[in-house]
């Protein structure tokens, strides 16, 4: 029998993982984003944040992050402009109510249809970007579904992914795709990272706050 | 298209300190209030060639020179707006202009505001604030103080100084909610309907300030002291004291010839013996809108001033200041 793994190699493992993660991220589409939602908040555009299951908490997170951590260090001037954002996946009412007479598909572009406009930031979370088409059946097109109603009113589309990046990275403006370094550690690591550059993201954001008009 | 909305705004306490032949010696304090009436501005680019702006007039011209509405051509030159594309400017104001509301200054604050908007270069208020006092004051050469175009940027009840040097610091009267209702009920304003140019006026104090007329200066440090003696008045929350306080500045402003009409005086007379514990003519005075503060007699004041003609007009302070309205 194969001696099972002791909890610290196990950890080394993840670890180890994590630092090739981090080696190989696009460093450049990171950078696009910073600059796609910077520049929203400049002409304040509203951001429209999703994701399921796990990237649901992180879509609630970042959503209250962007509102609120980004002008922490401001001025009572710089202040006075703030990110103007709707989480989708905040309002279960809603969310159940869509699934409920729709189907699961249309929770995100349906609570997003009488806000969105041109020039407005869709951003997602999700873990294969909405891949496993015909496979994965309805996985995750509530998302590519919300992603096409903001390209057709001229918004941006902006997501966090992993694996393939499926039909997120193929749709996006912008869009980072953790790499794959274990593929029985997808999910784990992607979650994790996303969590990682969303931090990153609105830290930077903050600093450029700041710094606005100085 | 853009569309911004700026406040115009009222002088609390202070005002008249706020002119560079004044700071610049002795630097300045003032109170200033936004209030919800506004200048919007309408700016966007066209299919076509040539510019359009529409104000009180329409003008259709071909370049940024040909321009008569001062502000508006200072305005794009300063920002150096490409209009190779076209572009129109609509102004809609509450209130006309001259009618010491601080239409100028909100009209240069809200078409910046629109402007570094359709430019993607949005700026902070305090920026907002001092590009607008430069086109005014110092490429306008307008004989104006710094007050109109801060109040418009930042919006609310706010405390400004100015140091020797023209560097403004900005923060809120640190005023209870109780006190910001009971201002609102008992201020009333009020339109005598008569509309001038605050350049004549304030050229005159700008006149005195370089004759280094040693009266006028005495004046202003008065006023200075009385803004305040406002602010920890509307701190403490003592409004009464504040009414009070509105009538010794009129006492002093009065001393200023140019700043009032013996027309003026004598409404202000009708209405302290009808009610007002104090009141101020806005901006540089001369006409345009008159403030009164009542506490117990209000009916009767508003029946004395409708029977002299004056118009009333209601209000509640703005605390949102300059805003993006429209960005499609």
């Known amino acids: ?214 | 298209m853009i569309i911004t909305r700026t406040p115009l705004r009222m002088p609390i306490g202070g005002g008249g300190t706020d002119l560079p032949g004044f700071y610049q010696k002795y630097g300045s304090f003032f109170i200033s209030a936004a209030i919800d009436y506004y200048m919007y501005i309408a700016v966007k680019r066209r299919p076509i060639k040539g510019i359009k702006v529409a104000y009180s007039q329409t003008e259709e011209v071909q370049t940024i020179e040909e321009i008569n509405h001062r502000i508006a051509k200072a305005t794009l030159q300063y920002l150096k707006v490409n209009v190779e594309r076209g572009l129109e400017i609509v102004s809609i104001g509450d209130f006309p202009a001259g009618t010491g509301m601080g239409t100028s200054g909100s009209y240069a604050v809200g078409l910046l505001n629109a402007l570094h908007h359709l430019e993607k270069n949005a700026v902070p208020v305090h920026v907002l604030a001092e590009e607008a006092c430069h086109i005014n004051m110092d490429i306008l050469k307008d004989p104006s103080g710094k007050q109109d175009e801060y109040i418009a940027s930042y919006g609310g009840i706010m405390c400004f100084e100015i140091n020797k040097q023209g560097k403004v610091k900005a923060y809120p009267l640190k005023i209870s909610f109780q006190t910001i209702n009971d201002l609102q009920n008992n201020i009333l304003m009020f339109y005598t309907g008569i509309s001038r140019s605050a350049n004549q006026v304030l050229a005159k104090q700008k006149e005195g300030m370089i004759a280094k007329d040693p009266k006028m200066i005495r004046n202003l440090q008065k006023i200075q002291a009385i803004g305040y003696e406002i602010k920890e008045a509307l701190e403490k929350g003592d409004i009464t004291l504040f009414g009070r306080l509105l009538d010794k500045h009129w006492r002093v402003k009065r001393e200023r010839e140019a700043a009032s009409t013996s027309q003026i005086n004598k409404w202000y007379d009708v209405a302290f013996q009808n009610g007002a514990l104090g009141g101020k003519i806005m901006g540089a005075g001369g006409g345009g809108f008159f403030a009164f503060y009542c506490e117990d007699k209000k009916d009767e004041l508003r029946k004395a001033l409708v029977q002299e003609g004056l118009d009333e007009v209601k209000f509640h302070f703005d605390f949102e200041g300059t805003k993006l309205l429209v960005n499609v």
């Open chain 1, 1 to 214: 029998m194969k001696k099972p793994l002791s909890h610290r190699t196990f950890i080394k493992q993840y670890f180890d993982e994590s630092k090739e993660i981090i080696k190989k991220i696009p460093v450049a589409d990171i950078d696009k984003i910073v600059t796609i939602l910077f520049e929203a908040w400049q002409q304040e555009a509203t951001i429209f944040v999703m994701g399921n299951g796990g990237s649901a908490s992180t879509a609630s997170h970042f959503s209250a992050d962007l509102t609120k951590y980004t002008v922490m260090g401001a001025s009572y001037e710089q202040r006075k402009k703030r990110f103007k954002v709707i989480c989708l996946t905040d309002n279960a009412v809603l969310t159940s109510s869509w699934t409920n007479d729709f189907g699961f598909d249309t929770i995100f572009s349906e609570q997003m249809e009488p806000w969105i406009k041109k020039n407005d930031v869709v951003f997602a979370f999700s873990v294969h970007g909405g891949s496993a088409r015909p496979e994965g059946g309805t996985w995750s097109q509530n998302i590519p579904k919300a992603f096409e109603l903001a390209k057709e009113r001229g918004a941006k589309l902006v997501g966090l992914s992993g694996d393939t990046g499926g039909v997120m990275k193929e749709m996006a403006d912008a869009c980072v795709v953790v790499p794959t370094v274990n593929k029985n550690h997808i999910t784990v690591h992607v979650e994790g990272f996303h969590v990682v550059i969303h931090h990153l993201i609105i830290h930077r954001l903050k600093q450029l706050i700041s710094q606005w008009g100085k």
